[in-house]
């Protein structure tokens, strides 16, 4: 089975944007409608498509539902977080069309939400864990809690929850090649599947990814951003790597 290549698509004030390591003023945009790459994505083969709602992870509820909608109707599997705060929000995005809703910021301070959230939708979520110095960051990773990411991981994956997706925040949006030492470390004590986010910058990361979901088979996807919106490679070279 192939490695999983999740194009991303980030929308802060309805704009298409990339951020680096999560900064809201270190934003960068690329396009005024987020639906123009999401249609390039899909046309290049893409079966999934990773949208962010930034409004929402900053704001604490989502803003870009429209846009949800116009990507899902493009075709493409959607997997959209950001201010996925109570369990009505998640539901108005399956609504809006996407197949798998991220949890993040409430899911690490609430456990009760998290059990609720898992007995509802467990095999439709993915947990955002969202590292700094290896504890789990939130609010748009503007505060650090005192969990242990590897410890958060495991109880994600007992209660049932079908995915993690593990960020790296010191490599996010920053091309330097995914923090390997710290995923490896996830990989080993995560009992579900994890999709690798943060610091992609080319083919050969992803052809790496590929590799080690040999030896580690609960790798089950990369995320991918910078690096096709800054022309270091496509998607087609991607999900070519992701087979190898």
Request: some cysteine; charged content about 20%; overall charge neutral.
């Amino acid at each position: 089975m192939s490695l999983t290549v999740y194009p991303a698509i980030d929308i802060r004030g309805g704009r298409c944007v990339r951020l680096s390591q999560g900064r809201d003023d270190a934003r960068t945009h690329y396009y005024e409608d987020p639906v123009e790459p999401a249609k390039q994505f899909t046309q290049a083969g893409a079966e999934w498509i990773h949208v962010v709602d930034l409004d929402g992870a900053f704001g604490g509820a989502p803003l870009n539902l429209g846009i949800l909608k116009r990507i899902a109707s493009l075709g493409p599997k959607v997997q959209f977080g950001g201010g996925m705060r109570d369990r009505a929000l998640a539901e108005s995005a399956f609504a809006a069309g996407a197949q798998r809703v991220v949890i993040g910021t409430r899911a690490a301070t609430d456990p009760a939400f998290l059990r609720e959230m898992a007995q509802a939708h467990g095999a439709k979520l993915a947990v955002g864990i969202d590292a700094k110095d290896g504890l789990v960051a939130v609010k748009g990773w503007t505060a650090v809690t005192g969990l242990k990411a590897t410890d958060f991981a495991k109880e994600v994956g007992e209660l049932g929850i079908s995915t993690v997706i593990y960020t790296d925040i010191a490599t996010d949006g920053m091309l330097t090649g995914p923090n390997w030492k710290s995923l490896e470390t996830l990989l080993r004590v995560c009992p579900c599947g994890v999709i690798a986010s943060g610091g992609v910058a080319s083919t050969d990361d992803v052809a790496k990814l590929a590799q080690l979901a040999r030896a580690y088979p609960n790798l089950v996807g990369t995320i991918v951003g910078k690096a096709l919106y800054e022309g270091r490679t496509t998607v087609g070279d991607l999900l070519q790597a992701s087979r190898s």
